[in-house]
């Protein structure tokens, strides 16, 4: 089991991190404001990857309505905001709070079905946040609205960008780091169990339904703080930030990077990120204006993955499936 | 009353667009247990190829017939290059590459049509309205829609429950190992098989086009609600389909015609018509919800 301290995913992950812990010193010295931004959200969608990689990858439950908790975490933000109460300490497990609620509601709902059945109904769920959010007429409805960032009164000043992105940071390393000692603990062991045989599971004693749910939540929670994190990055919600399309989008990161391995929701996002910051001026390159078509090859790249490359970016780099 | 009878007849036709939708999508389901999410994009681009066809026949009619070969044609080609090679793979595989063909397909679009939306106009000769009770007047496009629709829906019973190639697609949906062993050419049944779904998708979109609009995405939000209507009814059941589409296409126009009067009685009005669609689209979900509670393989699926 022991790996040698320089093969080459290690080196990988460390330098990754190490950019990543030290981006907002780059950009500064490199004058580059904007990529603080991107780097900002490459890492709270890479919170919310890990979120998802617990139930999708450990757990092989293909849940397609993950962004719901951006908008579960991003809204109770919000609406606590509009209503005066700017402070962090009373939003954020508010926030976390709701969305434990909802992952244990839904969670012990979808759990009742099976495969497409599953995809489906975690879908239809996610829907239903979305409307509901189109449908607060005094909350902005469809169009979003504008909040202000979290207050920490004499801990951390949110709006300091460097400050609010380090904070981001430290919340994904303590989350990787979670997610590394969960699927290593005896509760990860029945998961992984789970996916692969539930019967089996289930056969040993096991309360396959139970070891789900729990997971559910914890993956809820852990997308919900994401949702309070895009919410305060933007200092803005909408129903926008937890359409289908963003559900999709979390699916393709943990799948890019490498399903039900710990790093992989981090090169997932980072790959994600980058390629669409890639393409853009590569396609202009080769004809002005083309840029903005992006997705016309970022779509077919997709299909290429799922039909040739299905262990992402972890299993270039040697990693195998927990 | 009259009003009453109008919004029925709403949702009737609101649920037979929707039927098409859902019919292609849980035959490809039922038959080759293919998530297909690129489904809406058939629908858009049959509405887009429309487009252009009526644009340049100068005949809604004309158009219609020349987009729905197109449409057969596009959807045996997406089904060769990529389709085949995902009805092996896991639901997440599929999943993951129809929604890179969603995103190429939108694209696409945008690239050969423009962003802009583009509009049909509802055919001359049926731009009046009928009475289709004395005094009780009705737009005879929407009127032709149920009729075309009931008509397609028929076709399609007559075809799964009486034609040769019905029964193989049963025969598909129940065991397809078993009918390729017995020498069914199994490949060629998927190809008609994605063909003809997306040949009805194409036509929702076309026939859609005159009441709506044809824009980029269209296909993506109905895509949703045509996969709602076959998980209610059981994935890879047809009459499932038609019967859970009608109920959606109620619960669709009874939320956007009765409730903001009901809201208005204790909010302010402003925020009743914001409010309507969005519980009606909520309670969509809520029926689905329970529905799988209740059953979880829908109201007329296999049991697991």
Redesign the interface.
Known sequence: MSEPLLSPRVLVTALLLAVLAALPLLTQAFDQRYLLSVGTRIVIWSIAAVSLNIILGYGGLVSFGHAAFFGIGGYAVGILSAEGIQNGWVQWPVALAASILWAALVGALSLRTRGVYFIMITLAFAQLVYYLASGLEAYGGDDGLNISRSRFPGLLDLRDKATFYWLCFALLCASLWFCGRLAHSRFGAVLRGARSNELRMQALGFPVFRYRLVACIVAGALGGLAGILLANEGAYVSPAMMSWVKSGDLIVIVVLGGIGVRFGPLYGAVAFFALEELLKPALDLMHKGWGEYWQIVFGPLLVLIALYARGGIASLLGFRRA | MDYLLIQVLNGVQLGLLMFLLAAGLTLT?GIMDL?N?AHGSLYMIGAYIAWTFVTWTDSFVLGALLALPATFALGVAVEAV?MR??YA?D???????T??????????V??IWGPAGKSIAVPPFLSHTIEILPGVPYPAYRFALIVVGAAVALLLAWLVARTRLGMLIRAGASNRRMIAALGVNIELLFSLVFGLGAVFAGLAGLMAAPISSVKIGMG?DIL?LA??II?IGG?GSIKGAFVAAMVVGQIDIVGRAFLPELLKTFMPP??AS??A???S??AI??V??GV??WR???LFGQR?
């Open positions: 389901f998530v999410l990529v090679r995902l793979r639901h997440l595989d599929q999943v993951l590459a929604f890179g063909l969603i995103l190429f397909f939108n694209e696409l945008r690239v993506d949703i996969f709602v998980v994935i402003a925020s914001a409010a669609p969005a519980i689209q909520v979900y809520i689905m919800a799988l509670v979880p393989t829908g697991a």
